[in-house]
């Protein structure tokens, strides 16, 4: 996890990595974790599926391609 540090101007911060899965993932595009048997190891995300939305982690941070990993915001405004 990385903790953005304090200022007097900006939110605090929370991100964390994470591994696209199945697709590319946009920038600020809504992310949950992948709950399939083969990939369920904490770090696959995918976008989530409207009827299950249980599983979201957060807000992509930049574009992540396909089996690529990046940062997901997963705290703060």
């Known amino acids: 996890m990385l903790f ?21 993932i946009a920038a600020d595009d809504v992310v949950a974790l ?3 048997a ?6 696959n995300i995918a976008q989530p599926v409207a009827a299950s939305l249980t599983a979201v982690v957060g807000i992509a941070d ?9 940062l997901v915001q997963i705290y703060g405004y």
């Open 4 to 24: 953005k540090r304090l200022n007097r101007t900006d939110a605090e911060r929370v991100f964390s990595v994470f591994k696209a899965n199945e697709a590319n």
């Open 34 to 36: 992948e709950l399939t």
């Open 38 to 43: 083969a990939s369920l190891d904490g770090v």
């Open 62 to 70: 930049a574009a992540i391609a396909n089996g690529a990993y990046g």
